[in-house]
Protein backbone atom coordinates (compact mmCIF):
# COMPACT_ATOMS: atom_id res chain seq x y z
CA UNK A 1 0.00 0.00 0.00
CA UNK A 2 3.02 2.57 1.17
CA UNK A 3 4.73 1.76 -2.21
CA UNK A 4 1.52 2.52 -4.10
CA UNK A 5 0.88 6.24 -2.47
CA UNK A 6 4.66 6.76 -3.11
CA UNK A 7 4.08 5.61 -7.06
CA UNK A 8 1.44 8.24 -6.90
CA UNK A 9 3.48 10.98 -5.89
CA UNK A 10 6.11 10.40 -8.40
CA UNK A 11 3.50 10.26 -10.93
CA UNK A 12 1.74 13.83 -9.66
CA UNK A 13 5.53 15.22 -9.57
CA UNK A 14 5.29 18.46 -8.43
CA UNK A 15 1.90 18.83 -7.83
CA UNK A 16 2.82 17.47 -4.28
CA UNK A 17 4.58 20.05 -3.26
CA UNK A 18 1.91 22.86 -4.41
CA UNK A 19 -0.82 21.44 -2.76
CA UNK A 20 0.68 19.89 0.35
CA UNK A 21 -2.33 19.54 2.89
CA UNK A 22 -4.59 18.15 0.07
CA UNK A 23 -1.73 15.62 -1.38
CA UNK A 24 -1.54 13.93 1.83
CA UNK A 25 -0.98 10.47 2.12
CA UNK A 26 -4.54 9.68 3.51
CA UNK A 27 -5.73 11.74 0.39
CA UNK A 28 -3.74 9.47 -1.95
CA UNK A 29 -5.05 6.52 -0.25
CA UNK A 30 -8.73 7.23 -0.41
CA UNK A 31 -8.34 8.15 -4.11
CA UNK A 32 -6.44 4.43 -4.47
CA UNK A 33 -8.92 2.68 -2.66
CA UNK A 34 -11.73 4.48 -5.08
CA UNK A 35 -9.93 3.35 -8.00
CA UNK A 36 -9.27 0.08 -7.12
CA UNK A 37 -5.65 0.60 -6.21
CA UNK A 38 -5.18 1.41 -9.42
CA UNK A 39 -1.88 4.08 -9.60
CA UNK A 40 -2.40 5.67 -13.06
CA UNK A 41 -6.53 5.92 -12.31
CA UNK A 42 -5.75 7.07 -9.37
CA UNK A 43 -3.17 9.56 -10.47
CA UNK A 44 -5.47 10.95 -13.25
CA UNK A 45 -8.64 11.60 -10.88
CA UNK A 46 -5.96 13.71 -8.41
CA UNK A 47 -4.73 15.70 -11.49
CA UNK A 48 -8.16 16.05 -12.53
CA UNK A 49 -9.20 17.61 -8.89
CA UNK A 50 -6.42 19.43 -7.93
CA UNK A 51 -7.25 21.18 -11.36
CA UNK A 52 -10.75 21.36 -9.74
CA UNK A 53 -9.25 23.13 -6.64
CA UNK A 54 -7.40 25.71 -8.27
CA UNK A 55 -10.27 27.18 -9.66
CA UNK A 56 -12.86 26.38 -6.84
CA UNK A 57 -10.60 27.17 -4.01
CA UNK A 58 -12.42 24.62 -1.83
CA UNK A 59 -10.08 25.66 1.13
CA UNK A 60 -10.80 28.86 1.15
CA UNK A 61 -14.41 28.49 2.16
CA UNK A 62 -15.32 28.48 5.69
CA UNK A 63 -18.75 29.21 7.86
CA UNK A 64 -18.71 32.57 7.51
CA UNK A 65 -18.95 32.40 3.97
CA UNK A 66 -21.67 29.80 2.78
CA UNK A 67 -26.05 30.20 3.16
CA UNK A 68 -28.42 28.22 2.37
CA UNK A 69 -28.82 29.72 -0.93
CA UNK A 70 -25.58 28.50 -2.09
CA UNK A 71 -26.18 24.68 -2.08
CA UNK A 72 -23.16 23.75 -3.89
CA UNK A 73 -20.71 25.87 -2.01
CA UNK A 74 -22.31 24.64 1.26
CA UNK A 75 -21.90 21.01 0.32
CA UNK A 76 -18.41 21.08 -0.81
CA UNK A 77 -17.31 23.39 2.93
CA UNK A 78 -18.70 20.30 4.25
CA UNK A 79 -17.09 17.52 2.27
CA UNK A 80 -14.06 19.38 2.65
CA UNK A 81 -13.89 20.05 6.38
CA UNK A 82 -14.80 16.05 6.58
CA UNK A 83 -11.70 15.12 4.31
CA UNK A 84 -9.26 17.32 6.03
CA UNK A 85 -10.28 16.27 9.47
CA UNK A 86 -10.81 12.38 9.03
CA UNK A 87 -8.25 9.70 10.58
CA UNK A 88 -5.44 9.02 8.20
CA UNK A 89 -6.49 5.05 7.75
CA UNK A 90 -10.17 5.55 8.11
CA UNK A 91 -11.74 4.28 5.21
CA UNK A 92 -15.28 5.50 3.92
CA UNK A 93 -16.90 6.70 7.26
CA UNK A 94 -18.96 9.26 6.29
CA UNK A 95 -23.00 8.69 6.79
CA UNK A 96 -24.86 11.25 4.75
CA UNK A 97 -28.45 11.42 5.96
CA UNK A 98 -31.16 13.61 4.40
CA UNK A 99 -34.65 14.26 5.61
CA UNK A 100 -36.74 14.86 2.14
CA UNK A 101 -40.27 15.00 3.80
CA UNK A 102 -41.49 17.88 1.71
CA UNK A 103 -39.05 17.96 -0.88
CA UNK A 104 -39.77 19.84 -4.13
CA UNK A 105 -38.23 19.86 -7.91
CA UNK A 106 -37.57 23.59 -7.08
CA UNK A 107 -35.76 23.38 -4.03
CA UNK A 108 -32.76 20.91 -5.62
CA UNK A 109 -32.99 21.35 -9.24
CA UNK A 110 -31.85 18.42 -11.57
CA UNK A 111 -28.53 20.44 -12.57
CA UNK A 112 -27.46 21.18 -9.37
CA UNK A 113 -27.86 17.33 -7.94
CA UNK A 114 -25.68 16.30 -10.94
CA UNK A 115 -23.03 18.72 -9.86
CA UNK A 116 -23.13 17.54 -6.27
CA UNK A 117 -23.00 13.72 -7.37
CA UNK A 118 -19.90 14.68 -9.90
CA UNK A 119 -18.04 16.52 -6.89
CA UNK A 120 -18.40 13.87 -4.33
CA UNK A 121 -17.81 11.36 -6.63
CA UNK A 122 -14.69 12.82 -8.50
CA UNK A 123 -13.02 15.10 -6.08
CA UNK A 124 -13.98 13.58 -3.19
CA UNK A 125 -13.90 9.71 -3.84
CA UNK A 126 -14.08 6.83 -1.20
CA UNK A 127 -15.47 9.17 1.80
CA UNK A 128 -19.38 8.34 1.29
CA UNK A 129 -20.26 4.84 3.46
CA UNK A 130 -23.93 5.10 3.05
CA UNK A 131 -26.65 7.75 1.78
CA UNK A 132 -30.07 7.09 3.56
CA UNK A 133 -32.75 9.25 1.92
CA UNK A 134 -35.84 9.39 4.32
CA UNK A 135 -39.39 10.45 3.92
CA UNK A 136 -39.25 10.80 -0.10
CA UNK A 137 -42.26 12.19 -1.20
CA UNK A 138 -43.41 10.44 -4.19
CA UNK A 139 -42.62 13.23 -6.93
CA UNK A 140 -39.22 11.86 -6.06
CA UNK A 141 -39.40 8.62 -7.11
CA UNK A 142 -39.28 9.72 -11.23
CA UNK A 143 -36.52 12.48 -9.66
CA UNK A 144 -34.49 9.58 -8.59
CA UNK A 145 -35.10 7.30 -11.83
CA UNK A 146 -32.86 10.13 -13.80
CA UNK A 147 -30.38 11.40 -11.31
CA UNK A 148 -29.00 7.79 -10.62
CA UNK A 149 -27.83 7.25 -13.93
CA UNK A 150 -25.19 10.03 -13.09
CA UNK A 151 -24.19 7.56 -10.19
CA UNK A 152 -21.27 5.06 -10.27
CA UNK A 153 -22.30 1.78 -9.30
CA UNK A 154 -20.20 1.23 -5.56
CA UNK A 155 -22.19 4.91 -5.11
CA UNK A 156 -25.83 3.81 -6.06
CA UNK A 157 -25.70 0.74 -3.98
CA UNK A 158 -24.72 3.04 -0.85
CA UNK A 159 -28.08 4.94 -1.03
CA UNK A 160 -30.84 3.46 1.20
CA UNK A 161 -34.38 4.72 1.19
CA UNK A 162 -36.11 4.64 4.28
CA UNK A 163 -39.68 5.73 5.90
CA UNK A 164 -40.39 6.34 9.62
CA UNK A 165 -43.41 4.13 9.85
CA UNK A 166 -41.90 1.45 7.56
CA UNK A 167 -41.05 -1.87 9.41
CA UNK A 168 -37.91 -2.67 7.38
CA UNK A 169 -36.81 0.50 7.19
CA UNK A 170 -36.55 0.33 11.00
CA UNK A 171 -34.75 -2.88 10.62
CA UNK A 172 -31.87 -0.66 8.16
CA UNK A 173 -31.59 2.10 10.88
CA UNK A 174 -31.39 0.16 13.84
CA UNK A 175 -28.72 -2.13 12.63
CA UNK A 176 -26.69 1.08 11.94
CA UNK A 177 -27.30 3.64 14.25
CA UNK A 178 -28.13 3.77 18.20
CA UNK A 179 -31.65 4.64 17.78
CA UNK A 180 -31.53 6.47 21.06
CA UNK A 181 -28.76 9.05 19.40
CA UNK A 182 -30.96 8.92 15.98
CA UNK A 183 -33.09 11.83 15.36
CA UNK A 184 -36.97 10.99 15.18
CA UNK A 185 -36.98 12.62 11.32
CA UNK A 186 -35.11 9.11 10.44
CA UNK A 187 -37.13 6.73 12.92
CA UNK A 188 -35.17 7.08 15.98
CA UNK A 189 -35.93 8.36 19.37
CA UNK A 190 -34.07 11.17 19.60
CA UNK A 191 -36.17 14.49 19.56
CA UNK A 192 -33.84 17.36 20.30
CA UNK A 193 -33.83 19.42 17.63
CA UNK A 194 -30.52 20.77 16.17
CA UNK A 195 -29.16 23.82 18.55
CA UNK A 196 -28.02 26.16 15.16
CA UNK A 197 -25.80 28.02 17.08
CA UNK A 198 -23.94 25.29 18.80
CA UNK A 199 -23.73 23.87 15.40
CA UNK A 200 -22.25 27.26 13.87
CA UNK A 201 -19.50 27.38 16.86
CA UNK A 202 -18.28 23.75 16.08
CA UNK A 203 -17.52 24.34 12.70
CA UNK A 204 -15.72 27.72 13.05
CA UNK A 205 -13.39 26.41 15.66
CA UNK A 206 -12.95 23.32 12.72
CA UNK A 207 -12.10 26.31 10.17
CA UNK A 208 -9.37 27.44 12.67
CA UNK A 209 -8.06 23.87 12.87
CA UNK A 210 -8.01 23.45 9.27
CA UNK A 211 -6.40 26.63 8.96
CA UNK A 212 -3.93 25.89 11.16
CA UNK A 213 -3.21 22.72 9.63
CA UNK A 214 -2.57 23.94 6.40
CA UNK A 215 -0.34 26.34 7.53
CA UNK A 216 1.72 23.41 9.57
CA UNK A 217 2.53 21.64 6.17
CA UNK A 218 3.29 24.95 4.44
CA UNK A 219 5.64 25.07 7.12
CA UNK A 220 6.98 22.25 6.83
CA UNK A 221 7.23 22.19 2.99
CA UNK A 222 9.56 25.47 3.45
CA UNK A 223 11.65 23.98 6.19
CA UNK A 224 11.74 20.67 4.82
CA UNK A 225 10.16 18.71 8.19
CA UNK A 226 7.89 15.69 7.80
Not at 109 to 117: A, K, N, Q, W
Not at 141 to 166: C, D, G, P, Q, R
Not at 189 to 197: A, F, Q, W
Amino acid sequence: MHLKIVQVRELLGSLTAEMPAFLSDATIRRFLRSRNWSTEQATKLLKETVRWRRQYRPESICWAKVSGKEQIKYFVYLLESLSMNSADEQEEHVTWLLDLRGWAISSTPLSTSRESMHIVQNYYPGMIAVAILSNTPRIFESFWKILKHFLEAKMNEKVKFVYTNNPESHKIVSEMFDMDRLETAFGGRNSITIDIDSYAERMRRSDLARGAQSMQMDINLVTGHH
